[in-house]
């Protein structure tokens, strides 16, 4: 495809079912979608002049390519905001992972990446499985209740902030904030939450920027202390560290949040492979991968193109995008044998659940420990795992996840 194609008819339907799929109700599963898009328009062009792609292979090379980049389209929308919310969210924007471009992401990458290890995250499983079971003990406790707000957001959110160093008591403020805070960069966000957006990246940040002072004359074992007083004695600049501690918040909550519920719901709709689970422990690993890779929680991934380029057959002009639909690159058939089946045991690689390339998952090492310390949990503690009334799905098919699972487990 050349950037200067008009649209064609199947350009014009397949925008159609873009559309339907992201405004269709939440409980309405977007395979259907995703296999509509491999079978008839695996590539195509909106109206607005945007590529979108559905192929596995096309998803990955563009997540690979040094040409693709973060584009502007996280902060188009900020234009009304009053100077005093709209500059200091823009100096740190500037400096966001998720959002740089080389050189600052390399920097960043490199120095943010040197102090959150594997042996780091190795370091942090017995914590994890503790939570773990605390967590599950009191789901078990209360047959019925919910598994999102008594397990997943609880362990998810407590390993983020046990990384960072977060004590206890701030953690249900910084809960409540991040979510919030980034509806700043969505550009879905209602122009009259903006300004509430933009206040609460504002009072995360100013929290973070508190935390790190403090740890530079109090020393801890935890991440904040390890960003101030690196072990080659060349820190990041103080804006830069504030921007990778909310960037790490924003990123980790959510999304082990949701990939953990989308995997409980995924194994009380599966109880055959819950059961082969159970009878085949060693398969944790792999059980790990296909659930993420069954139902992710991040299903679109946008990039640019920083420079005149061709990537997966396409010819692009700088500052055009390109959307990956990364949920249908992990069903695509020509990637996986049986693509709509949950298959404990599959082995064909690491799906793109994580991303890819350089803006790949910072926490995927994190985000699959606490999974297989929760598996582990599920089918060593717990006899049993069945729904106990209907889950409800929390709305948006791009960030996909559960606003309500109940569950009943029994010992
Ligand atoms: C467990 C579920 C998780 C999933 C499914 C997930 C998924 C992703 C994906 C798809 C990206 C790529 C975004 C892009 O290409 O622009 C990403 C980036 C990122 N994730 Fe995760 N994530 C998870 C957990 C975590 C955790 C626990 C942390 C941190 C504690 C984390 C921190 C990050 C950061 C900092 C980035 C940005 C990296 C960069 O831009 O260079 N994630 N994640």
Redesign the pocket.
Known sequence: MTTQAGPTDVDVRAEQVFFEFLGNPPDVEPYASYRWFHEHAPVFRGSNGMIVLSRFADVDAV?RHRDMGRGEESVQHLTDLPPRLLEPVMRRWKRT??FANPPL?TKM?RKVGAQFLPRHVEAMRELVARRARETMDALADSPGADFVTTVASPLGGA??AD?LGVPEDDRAELARLSPRSMGVFDPMTATSDLEAAAAAEITMADYFADALEERRTAPRDDLLTRLVAPADGDPLEPIEMVAAAA??TN??ND??TN?LSNSMYALLTHPEQLRRLREHPELVPRAVEEL?RFD???NL?PRTALVKTTVAGLDLEPGEIVVGI?GAANRDPRRYTDPDALDLGRDEGVSL???GG???????H??RL??SEFLTCLITRFSGAEPAATPRRRPGHNLRGFAELPVRLSR
């Open positions: 997540l992972m998720v992401h990458r390993a983020v990384l960037n790490l990123a980790g999304t082990t990939l993420a992710p929680p991040l991934n990364q659940a994580f991303g350089a803006h790949f998952c910072m926490g995927a994190l985000g606490v999974m």
